[in-house]
């Protein structure tokens, strides 16, 4: 049974410094340590960009910390709130892959692992450049007898809200590559702040609500979004030859337990 967690949407700042009036530290402290105490069995996290909130090389050192306290192993990618160059300088150059982003694949447990980097620097839109999409098209075509699970900053599938105005911009490009192998199971996205799932182009996709603040997703893509306090959520993502499950585990909730719970 394959295991993995994926959290997203960090925008880490060093302790003391509140983020749209949140400690995103101590949320990530709080994520760690529930990592560590419920899914210490998990092959692999994955932090699904917006690591930190202003690209700033202080806020990955607080990060490196962090990661460096979990029980599992952990890999990244970037989303639109990161830095690539600072990213890099921190965590090393061997983040990167030969497509010169932070694009990574992995085996485990029969089945094959895909992690994308979808960031434009300066830009809270997405992309994937035509060497990520060859590259992505490679590491299908190598899997072609195994189910793939891909993992990647922002959300590709209209979701018909107002962070469609933010969307992977050459999403259907993305989807395409995609379509070409026979067993894609999860395509996971934070980026927008909260829950959904969603069926396109004959392919499942799934966005989390992440580490910071959540969203209240109202569905009119003229009406801004309300912020919230949480959850604060991972996604847990249990994987077998015949299914693909996709838990999604709220680590910081205000809905305290009924009596006798």
């Given at each position: 049974m394959l295991k993995i967690v994926v959290l997203s949407d960090l925008h880490l700042r060093p302790k003391g410094i509140l983020v749209n009036g949140l400690d995103a530290h101590d949320r990530l402290v709080q994520g760690i340590d529930w990592l560590n105490r419920a899914h210490a069995d998990a092959d692999l996290c994955v932090l699904a960009g917006d690591l930190v909130d202003t690209g700033d090389k202080a806020s990955y050192e607080a990060l490196k910390h962090q990661v460096m306290r979990a029980k599992v192993p952990v890999e990244m990618t970037i989303g639109n709130h990161d830095d690539r160059d600072t990213?890099?300088?921190?965590?090393?150059?061997?983040?990167?892959?030969?497509?010169?982003?932070?694009?990574?694949?992995?085996?485990?447990?029969?089945?094959?692992?895909?992690?994308?980097?979808?960031?434009?620097?300066?830009?809270?839109?997405?992309?994937?450049?035509?060497?990520?999409?060859?590259?992505?098209?490679?590491?299908?075509?190598?899997?072609?007898?195994?189910?793939?699970?891909?993992?990647?900053?922002?959300?590709?599938?209209?979701?018909?809200t107002i962070v469609d105005k933010i969307i992977l911009e050459n999403g259907m490009a993305f989807a395409r590559a995609l379509s070409r192998h026979k067993d894609i199971r999860q395509v996971i996205a934070g980026h927008?702040?909260?829950?959904?799932?969603?069926?396109?182009?004959?392919?499942?996709?799934?966005?989390?609500?992440?580490?910071?603040?959540?969203?209240?997703?109202?569905?009119?893509?003229?009406?801004?979004?309300?912020?919230?306090?949480?959850?604060?959520?991972?996604?847990?993502?249990?994987?077998?030859?015949?299914?693909?499950?996709?838990?999604?585990?709220?680590?910081?909730?205000?809905?305290?337990?009924?009596?006798?719970?």
């Open positions: 990213f890099v300088s921190v965590f090393g150059k061997g983040q990167l892959s030969e497509t010169g982003f932070v694009d990574k694949a992995l085996d485990l447990h029969g089945h094959r692992i895909i992690i994308l980097d979808s960031a434009i620097t300066g830009a809270p839109a997405g992309r994937l450049e035509p060497a990520q999409l060859h590259w992505l098209t490679q590491r299908l075509e190598e899997a072609a007898d195994r189910p793939v699970i891909v993992i990647v900053h922002h959300h590709a599938n209209p979701l018909g927008v702040h909260y829950t959904s799932t969603a069926t396109w182009m004959g392919i499942p996709f799934t966005t989390i609500a992440g580490g910071h603040y959540s969203v209240q997703a109202l569905l009119d893509p003229t009406e801004p979004a309300p912020k919230l306090t949480g959850p604060a959520q991972m996604a847990v993502v249990l994987g077998s030859p015949d299914a693909t499950t996709v838990h999604f585990d709220d680590y910081i909730n205000g809905n305290p337990r009924l009596s006798g719970r």
